[in-house]
């Protein structure tokens, strides 16, 4: 089983559509989760981390689900400017690896006028 | 800042080629590392550095090799290419006690 399984996309959305991707990764001694973004040709940028409570950041919305390993990014109100590919991310974090990332293969969404 | 930087940005090679590609940061990060891109999958981990003189392997180290002997410096060596090496490279860093990654803007590698 893939450590870091993500929706398979791609997801096509209108503007302004509320969508929603989802994760789940199978090492339960993961400590450390972050949606990463990627644009076409481009280097990966995280996005933000996600934390047992649930973080906002804007339009951005991430769930972590510890029991079910499951996390989720949900995006409001989405722009054109959201276009890319959305990369699940986990760390290990134990000993020398601690920035050693696993990374799902990425959803790609792509927004249209 | 520069951040991070990789050089060069394209490389062709011949199978059984030797090369170094290079990755730098200003940014006096301990963890450097580099990962390889592969349509349809994920990026994979292939080698790793903690700090000068300190490196591991990750998930796929065959066929490359690493030295860190300065803080900013992290090259990646492959020591005879191979085409299933073809691939986008990307070299990252991250500072000691902190959650982000930095990358750099990746090396496109095809070897043929």
């Known amino acids: 089983r893939k450590e870091v399984e993500q929706d398979p996309g791609p997801f096509n959305v209108p503007e302004g559509a509320t969508v929603a991707f989802n994760c789940t990764y199978s090492?339960?001694?993961?400590?450390?989760f972050f949606w990463y973004r990627q644009d076409c040709r481009k280097e990966p940028k995280l996005l933000m981390s996600?934390?047992?409570s649930g973080n906002e950041d804007g339009r951005f919305t991430a769930q972590l689900n510890r029991a079910s390993q499951y996390i989720s990014l949900l995006i409001r109100d989405s722009k054109l400017s959201d276009s890319a590919t959305y990369l699940c991310?986990?760390?290990?974090?134990?000993?020398?690896?601690?920035?050693?990332?696993?990374f799902g293969k990425g959803t790609k969404l792509s927004v249209k006028p | 800042n520069a951040g991070v930087t990789q050089t060069p940005k394209f490389q062709v090679l011949k199978t059984g080629q030797s090369m170094t590609l290079q990755c730098a940061q200003d940014m006096n990060h301990e963890y450097m590392s580099w990962y390889r891109q592969d349509p349809g999958m994920g990026l994979r981990l292939i080698h790793y550095?903690?700090?000068?003189?300190?490196?591991d392997q990750g998930e796929v180290p065959n066929g490359y090799n690493v030295s860190r002997s300065t803080t900013e410096d992290f090259p990646l060596r492959l020591l005879s290419a191979a085409p299933s090496q073809t691939s986008v490279y990307f070299c990252a860093s991250k500072g000691r006690g902190r959650y982000e990654q930095f990358f750099g803007p990746g090396t496109r590698l095809t070897v043929l």
């Open positions: 090492n339960s001694a993961s400590q450390s």
């Open positions: 550095s903690v700090g000068a003189g300190i490196t």
């Open positions: 996600v934390y047992s």
């Open positions: 991310v986990v760390n290990l974090n134990y000993g020398g690896s601690q920035g050693n990332l696993i």
